[in-house]
């Protein structure tokens, strides 16, 4: 009998003991969501578009990128305009020379797309009030994060050229646009020295064998990460931009 209710205390003692590890634990945990990637998630896609058809010519258009969508579009520039004569006795001075200022056009309104986020002058890089950031990776897999100890670079006005037709008179004239560039992103590229206007891809310092990926983050929290590949087009005559890149859209 003793032996009997001897067991059964135990027994008791076995459940309240389990009773009360379950007490001690709570509820049951819930399995963990796994949080959105949106970088790793972002598919990369490539991007080209032809930004001048023959050289000295087409000085005075913008290619607008809607990075979201893919789309481009070709626009007339409508900034202010101003036209140089130069020669010696100019009294104003540029890296061309000594120039006077002899032909002005006031900025007419605006006619770019509703929605962009980059705008191409040839190679002349602008944002739609982003800012850029020239990293030293050289793939955009390795882009986890926007960097948030790095100087992040506005757009800036900036005289560019916009007419060449004048450049091989007596004396030289030469148009320029009163506009805007973000040289966060301008050393894309660069010009071969010694040669008149031939341009390649800047490579990457860590690794001189591939370019550099690009950061732009937009006013609207949106962002992209962005890879060079080419300027020419498939037959060396026309300069195209071509790039891989990822959008990140803010949601």
Known sequence: MKLKLLMALMCLAGLL????TKNEDGPEPKPVQPQDDPIKETPI????????EKTLEDYDKWVY????TGETVMKEDV??????TYSEDGKQKDRFGQYDI??????????APEKWHLAFHVYDIRTNGGE????DTTSIETIKTLPTNVKWVSDVKAYLIYDMKGMMTVPAVLGYMKSYVNMGLYYWMHKVKGTMGQYELTMSKSDPEKAPVFLVRF??????????TGLKDATGRKKEVSFKYKFIKNK
Do not use: H
């Not at 990128?65 to 979201?68: A, G, H, I, R």
């Open 17 to 20: 003991c389990v009773s009360c």
């Open 45 to 52: 896609k490539e991007l080209s578009f032809i930004t001048q």
């Open 65 to 68: 990128v809607n990075l979201e």
């Open 79 to 84: 900034s202010e305009q101003e036209w140089r």
């Open 102 to 111: 002899t032909k002005t056009v006031e900025a007419r309104p605006s006619n």
């Open 132 to 135: 850029g950031y020239m990293t």
């Open 219 to 228: 006013k609207d929290g949106s962002y992209a990460i962005i890879q060079f």
